[in-house]
């Protein structure tokens, strides 16, 4: 597809029951597959429909991670697992960083930007203040797998009144999240022209986690902190509930422009495109930038849930979780994928957008997750 030079600022919509309730072979369903894809090619992200997602699940979940997170650092330190490249357990504020505050290509994007489209600077900014919780929701491999450490388990937190509470509410609401956004990678490989099946496939074994992140508004609630500093995800695809604040901001490929993301009430969830969509496509699909910032209109939720629920922890969650391949996985560009790729560059050089030209070399899953984990100071 044509990259269009104007694009609308709202995120396309993705039916999902569309999707589920019709025929495979229908044209409602190929043409809502080729919306899915075509999405995810022009923006990075879309918005997906799901009614099987539930809003109070959503609720129930945010409460539950909202009073984890206001637990006593001493306490959440007893759920961490530095050994385990904290790929399980909790992960306390200021220790991941933001990979673009290191990476040069990811700097030349956001020099490229109009000034008043471009991030949060974070030239300056040490690591992120944010918390995250790592939830294993993979199926075990029926092999041995070469990435045992991505593969490890669980850990239920200490405290008696969570312990009870925490495994029912993080599968509910891990589950509907992973068939939400495994269905969507079997959309997408139908709108991409792949057999269906290619991507969840690939995906039957991936490390997913459930990975809820967590902000202290009390300590970072001033208007233009950086939460989560510019950057795009590792993994495959990620899919978000509805945060109870916004900031999460966007920038679709090529627009320049900065999108704060709005998710409808009621039963919408949204996607990103993330590196291993963006390796297995050849750059067809990119990986969607972003970053979650305080901006005005999270000032003022923060001072509309002061007043309406005084003794509620002042805490944003992000309930985000990240669909991965299996790590032992061939990942390697789709020859087909990446010669459309090579042409869509060519016409964005041809209007003066040039793009930066990325190499996809064949690599195992496992590993570009542990190259990426590097980068980001997770792994040393
Ligand atoms: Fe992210």
Same mark, same amino acid.
């Given at each position: 597809?044509?990259?269009?030079?104007?694009?609308?600022?709202?995120?396309?919509?993705?039916?999902? +029951?569309?999707?589920?309730?019709?025929?495979?072979?229908?044209?409602? /369903?190929? =043409? $809502?597959?080729?919306?899915?894809?075509?999405?995810?090619?022009?923006?990075?992200?879309?918005?997906?429909?799901?009614?099987?997602?539930?809003?109070?699940?959503?609720?129930?979940?945010?409460?539950?991670?909202?009073?984890?997170?206001?637990?006593?650092?001493?306490?959440?330190?007893? +759920?961490?697992?530095?050994?385990?490249?904290?790929?399980?357990?909790?992960?306390?504020?200021?220790?991941?960083?933001?990979?673009?505050?290191?990476?040069?290509?990811?700097?030349?994007?956001?020099?490229?930007?109009?000034?008043?489209?471009?991030?949060? +600077?974070?030239?300056?900014?040490?690591?992120?203040?944010?918390?995250?919780?790592?939830?294993?929701?993979?199926?075990?491999?029926?092999?041995?797998?070469?990435?045992?450490?991505? =593969?490890?388990?669980?850990?239920?937190?200490?405290? *008696?009144?969570?312990?009870?509470?925490?495994?029912?509410?993080? *599968?509910?609401?891990?589950?509907?999240?992973?068939?939400?956004?495994?269905?969507?990678?079997?959309?997408?490989?139908?709108?991409?022209?792949?057999?269906?099946?290619?991507?969840? +496939?690939?995906?039957?074994?991936?490390?997913?986690?459930?990975?809820?992140?967590?902000?202290?508004?009390?300590?970072?609630?001033?208007?233009?902190?950086?939460?989560?500093?510019?950057?795009?995800?590792?993994?495959?695809?990620?899919?978000?509930?509805?945060?109870?604040?916004?900031?999460? !901001?966007?920038?679709?490929?090529?627009?320049?422009?900065?999108?704060?993301?709005?998710?409808?009430?009621? =039963?919408?969830?949204? /996607?990103?495109?993330?590196?291993?969509?963006? !390796?297995?496509?050849?750059?067809?699909?990119?990986?969607?930038?972003?970053?979650?910032?305080?901006?005005?209109?999270?000032?003022?939720?923060? $001072?509309?849930?002061?007043?309406?629920?005084?003794?509620?922890?002042?805490?944003?969650?992000?309930?985000?979780?990240?669909? !991965?391949?299996?790590?032992?996985?061939?990942?390697?560009?789709?020859?087909?994928?990446?010669?459309?790729?090579?042409?869509?560059?060519?016409?964005?050089?041809?209007?003066?957008?040039?793009?930066?030209?990325? /190499?996809?070399?064949?690599?195992?899953?496992?590993?570009?997750?542990?190259?990426?984990?590097? !980068?980001?100071?997770?792994?040393?």
């Amino acid at each position: 597809m044509a990259i269009q030079q104007e694009l609308s600022m709202d995120l396309p919509v993705i039916d999902l +029951d569309l999707f589920l309730s019709k025929p495979r072979g229908s044209e409602e /369903v190929i =043409n $809502e597959c080729k919306k899915a894809a075509d999405a995810l090619t022009t923006y990075g992200a879309l918005v997906l429909h799901d009614s099987r997602v539930s809003e109070q699940d959503n609720s129930t979940f945010l409460d539950l991670l909202e009073d984890y997170f206001a637990q006593p650092t001493e306490i959440l330190k007893k +759920d961490e697992r530095p050994e385990l490249s904290y790929q399980a357990g909790v992960t306390l504020e200021n220790t991941e960083k933001p990979k673009c505050a290191v990476d040069e290509p990811c700097l030349r994007i956001i020099e490229k930007l109009d000034p008043a489209e471009r991030p949060l +600077d974070i030239s300056a900014h040490s690591p992120d203040p944010k918390c995250r919780f790592f939830w294993k929701m993979s199926e075990k491999p029926p092999y041995d797998t070469q990435f045992p450490v991505l =593969n490890a388990p669980n850990v239920v937190p200490q405290d *008696e009144g969570l312990r009870e509470r925490w495994t029912p509410i993080m *599968e509910q609401w891990g589950k509907s999240m992973r068939t939400a956004v495994a269905d969507l990678a079997v959309m997408t490989a139908i709108g991409l022209g792949l057999p269906a099946e290619i991507f969840r +496939d690939a995906g039957k074994y991936g490390p997913h986690l459930l990975a809820p992140t967590a902000s202290d508004l009390v300590k970072y609630g001033k208007e233009d902190t950086i939460l989560a500093g510019f950057h795009s995800d590792l993994n495959f695809l990620t899919i978000h509930g509805r945060s109870r604040y916004p900031g999460l !901001h966007i920038w679709a490929r090529n627009t320049g422009k900065r999108i704060p993301v709005r998710i409808p009430a009621g =039963n919408y969830l949204l /996607v990103q495109a993330g590196k291993q969509l963006e !390796h297995i496509t050849g750059g067809l699909i990119k990986a969607g930038y972003h970053e979650v910032v305080v901006n005005e209109k999270t000032v003022s939720v923060i $001072e509309a849930r002061k007043a309406q629920f005084p003794d509620r922890p002042l805490i944003r969650i992000s309930s985000t979780f990240f669909w !991965h391949l299996s790590s032992d996985y061939d990942l390697a560009p789709i020859p087909e994928l990446a010669a459309r790729a090579q042409i869509i560059r060519e016409e964005q050089a041809r209007l003066g957008k040039e793009e930066e030209q990325s /190499v996809y070399e064949p690599v195992k899953v496992g590993q570009q997750v542990q190259n990426e984990l590097k !980068h980001i100071a997770l792994m040393a």
